[in-house]
Structures are given as structure tokens and as C-alpha cells.
């Protein structure tokens, strides 16, 4: 063969493999942009209405806010001088760049559990992105827990390490399902109860876990703690828009989860979600008599107050505040408004006002809720600016008394408050009466 001829040949055939490991590396790009999805990357790495992937976004814990990392592609701020085994490192060990010990604010308890061809798959598609040039606020928590060296024993109690395996008795969709949830999701994160070293207590794996301002409630297959009570489908849709009628609507970190995650993924992913959580181990609750959502009825409490003299009206402030803030989209019955994906749920038959605890109650009138679907918005406006703290715990004990489990009816002022400054949220300028109904 002439030379002129072997240098064509050789041509095209680097010519197809440059051709093949494009499409490859496309694959690769693509993929990664599921995982991320799927992993609510964004949720820790991006500031409220800053640049994707560019940190600054201030995640609360018991010992101090720790802010999340800049992970976009920039070289000095991100990870764009990151070598391969350091970003699976930093994902799935809990170990930085430099050594450095991870707070666990970072979920690599869960993502150990990831396959490495999926960590990298999502560091392509970071790579991908346009670099952020800034930097992230350095974490500076109290002594002794800015001691990162002290990482090393909680992982000793609380860090299993490793990859998790398909169980082969298990079908594909259970599998799939038990990957997203256990690993990539890292659902437990916020469902699973902490033990004193702040750890997942896995002995009571999914069983609920309190947020501080947020409960994430009991999400095994208990029918009366968890989600024992819900078909198959209730479960997808409510993972897919946040809302199922008679059932629940989301807010706070799960409304969260669900606009910059679950919304997007397929319909098999929520479908293997949905069987997964329904074949894990029950984990019951004492306080939890009922199924959350079969708790409340219609009431009629606001019609005493048409007409009524002011006596009557203070004796009854929860109502009072109800009336003017509340009922005009939930109804002076509490039955909810609307239909379809914009409806106002209804108060009882609800999962939150049905809770043991109204802490979800309290913590929605004073953050609100505001999911941003690719269906359309989904808005409550906050009442943290409008109602005192003792408004806030009048109101909240009327909708737990009234239209959920009366046991949940014992909120005070001052947990109010303590919830307030946690979120940082500005009180009313003059404490006063509501409007009057």
C-alpha cells in the first residue's frame, strides 16, 4: 500500500475514534446531568438566585451554618483542577482536595453508596458548565467542631464505606428504586432519625427526622406513622408535583427536593422509588394513633364569630387570625380551593395538620411555601412579616385543633420565636389585632 494511502486509512480511522469518544464523552455529559438532577446538586451548591453550581448557599445544622462548596468548573473556586480520584473522594469518602476532613452537611454517608462510573458522570457534566468565578464563605463553626480532624471518629460511629450491590433476589425496578433512595436521592439524609452522635440511626432507617424548622416525616410502609395508607400512584404523583389531594402538599425542604429534583426525573424513576418504599421495614410511632392524613373534618368555628361582640373575638384569637389571613383560600371550613395543580389544599385530611406535632404547621405560616414547577408556581405567601409570634401560635393551634390532630394544639409563642430567629425571619412592625372578618 502506498504511503499516500496508509495515511488516509490512518486519517479516517483516528477520524472514528475521535468521532466515537465524542459521542461518548456527550453520553457521559448527559448522564451526569441525570445524576445531578437526581442528587439535588443544587440544593447545597447553589445560592438562592445565584449562579448554578457557584456555593454560597448556607445549610444549618445544630453547630453552625456550614456553606455549601463552589463545585462548578472554575479552576481556582470550583473544581476545575480537580483530579478524578478527588472528586470521587470528596463525593463518596468525605475527604477534600487537600485532606481535609468533610462535614457530613455533605451527604457521603449516602453517596459512599454511588458507583464511581456515576460520580464521574457528574463531574463531567460540572465540567461542562460554565466555570463561576467566586468564592464560596468559609465554614468557621464554634470550637471544638471547626476540629475537622475530629471527622475521623464520627465516621468511625456513623460512616459505613462502600458501594452498594444489587440484591439479586430483587427485581431491576426495586433495585433501581433502592439506589435512588439509599444513595443517589439520599432520602434518609432528612428521614432517617439522628442518633446522639448526629448520625443516621439506621436501626430506624426512614422513620422521620427532625430539620430544626421542618419535620421530614415518617416515610415507611407503618399505616399509621408512615405512608402504609398511600397507593402506588398517590406516591408518584406527589413526588412528581408535590401535591395529592386529600393527602399532602409539599413545602419547606421537600417542596425543595421536588423542584430542583424529583419533578424532573422519569416516570420509572418515581415508579422504583415508590415500590422501594413500600417493601422497607415499618417503623411504627406511639404518638402517631392515626394515619396522619385521615385526621380533621369540615369546621364551623368562624361562623360564631359573624356578629359577635369582642369578647367573644378574644377568646378566640387562633379563629380571629384564620379568618383574615387564612380563609379566603382555604376556606372558612378549611375544604381548600380550586382544583387541579394550583388548588389551596384542604386543612384536614392532610398530612402536616394531622402530624403529632405541629411543627410544619407553624414553620409553613411563617415561611410560606413556593414551589417553582414546570407546570407553573405554586404560592402561599409568608406570614412571618404579618403576625406576631403569639398570632402564629393562635392560628396554628386553631387549624391543628380544628382541622387536624388536636394533640399537635400546644404551640407557644415562644417556639414561634425560636423558629423565627433560626430562619432569620423579620417580626411585624406593630403587633396588633388582625383584620376583623
Known amino acids: 500500500m502506498k504511503p499516500v494511502l496508509i495515511q488516509a486509512a490512518i486519517a479516517v480511522v483516528l477520524m472514528q475514534c475521535a468521532v466515537a469518544q465524542a459521542a461518548d464523552n456527550a453520553a457521559q455529559i448527559k448522564r451526569g446531568e441525570y445524576l445531578a438532577r437526581a442528587g439535588d446538586c443544587t440544593a447545597c451548591h447553589t445560592a438562592t438566585n445565584g449562579p448554578l453550581f457557584g456555593g454560597g448557599f448556607a445549610v444549618s445544622t445544630p453547630f453552625g451554618q456550614i456553606w455549601g462548596s463552589n463545585i462548578s468548573s472554575d479552576k481556582q473556586y470550583g473544581i476545575g483542577s480537580w483530579s478524578d480520584d478527588q472528586f470521587v473522594a470528596?463525593?463518596?469518602?468525605?475527604?477534600?482536595?487537600?485532606?481535609?476532613q468533610l462535614y457530613p452537611a455533605m451527604p457521603y454517608d449516602s453517596f459512599t453508596k454511588m458507583k464511581r462510573d456515576d460520580v464521574l458522570a457528574i463531574k463531567a457534566y460540572l465540567m461542562s458548565m460554565p466555570p463561576v468565578h467566586q468564592a464560596s464563605p468559609q465554614t468557621d463553626l464554634p470550637f471544638p467542631f471547626n476540629q475537622r480532624w475530629g471527622m475521623r471518629f464520627w465516621k468511625?460511629?456513623?460512616?459505613?464505606?462502600?458501594?452498594?450491590?444489587?440484591?439479586?433476589?430483587?427485581?431491576?425496578?426495586?433495585?433501581?428504586?433502592?439506589?435512588?433512595?439509599?444513595?443517589?436521592?439520599?432520602?434518609?439524609?432528612?428521614?432517617?432519625?439522628?442518633?446522639?452522635?448526629?448520625?443516621?440511626?439506621?436501626?430506624?432507617?426512614l422513620a422521620g427526622g427532625d430539620l430544626g424548622g421542618w419535620m421530614a416525616y415518617n416515610i415507611t410502609?407503618?399505616?399509621?406513622?408512615?405512608?402504609?395508607?398511600?397507593?402506588q400512584q398517590q406516591l408518584v404523583t406527589y413526588l412528581k408535583t408535590g401535591f395529592v389531594a386529600n393527602k399532602a402538599s409539599a413545602s419547606g425542604p421537600m417542596a425543595e427536593a421536588i423542584e430542583h429534583s424529583l419533578q424532573y426525573l422519569p416516570e420509572s424513576d418515581l415508579q422504583d422509588i415508590a415500590t422501594y418504599l413500600r417493601s422497607v421495614k415499618p417503623q411504627p410511632d406511639a404518638q402517631q394513633t392515626r394515619a396522619r392524613d385521615s385526621w380533621g373534618q369540615p369546621s364551623t368555628a368562624l361562623i360564631a364569630l359573624r356578629g359577635a361582640d369582642e369578647a367573644t373575638r378574644n377568646a378566640q384569637p387562633g379563629a380571629v387570625v384564620f379568618a383574615g389571613n387564612c380563609a379566603s383560600c382555604h376556606g372558612a371550613e378549611g375544604a381548600g380551593s380550586g382544583s387541579g395543580f394550583h388548588a389551596y389544599p384542604s386543612l384536614f385530611h392532610h398530612t402536616s395538620t394531622?402530624?403529632?406535632?405541629?411543627?410544619?404547621?407553624?414553620?409553613?405560616?411563617?415561611?410560606?411555601?413556593h414551589r417553582h414547577m414546570r407546570e407553573g408556581e405554586v404560592f402561599m405567601?409568608?406570614?412571618?412579616?404579618?403576625?406576631?409570634?403569639?398570632?402564629?401560635?393562635?392560628?396554628?393551634?386553631?387549624?391543628?385543633?380544628?382541622?387536624?390532630?388536636?394533640?399537635?394544639?400546644?404551640?407557644?409563642?415562644?417556639?414561634?420565636?425560636?423558629?423565627?430567629?433560626?430562619?432569620?425571619l423579620a417580626s411585624p412592625p406593630i403587633y396588633g389585632q388582625v383584620d376583623k372578618p
Open 156 to 205: 468511625w460511629f456513623n460512616f459505613d464505606k462502600g458501594e452498594l450491590q444489587n440484591d439479586t433476589q430483587q427485581s431491576a425496578q426495586w433495585n433501581n428504586g433502592r439506589y435512588l433512595v439509599e444513595a443517589l436521592a439520599h432520602c434518609g439524609t432528612c428521614h432517617t432519625p439522628r442518633n446522639l452522635t448526629m448520625g443516621m440511626d439506621n436501626d430506624k432507617a
Open 90 to 100: 470528596a463525593v463518596r469518602d468525605g475527604i477534600g482536595k487537600n485532606g481535609e
Open 221 to 231: 410502609p407503618d399505616k399509621q406513622a408512615g405512608i402504609g395508607d398511600w397507593s
Open 354 to 369: 394531622g402530624a403529632a406535632d405541629a411543627l410544619n404547621v407553624v414553620s409553613v405560616v411563617l415561611n410560606g411555601v
Open 381 to 424: 405567601p409568608p406570614f412571618a412579616p404579618e403576625l406576631s409570634d403569639q398570632q402564629v401560635a393562635d392560628v396554628s393551634n386553631f387549624v391543628t385543633q380544628q382541622f387536624g390532630n388536636p394533640a399537635a394544639a400546644k404551640v407557644n409563642a415562644k417556639q414561634v420565636k425560636g423558629l423565627r430567629e433560626d430562619a432569620k
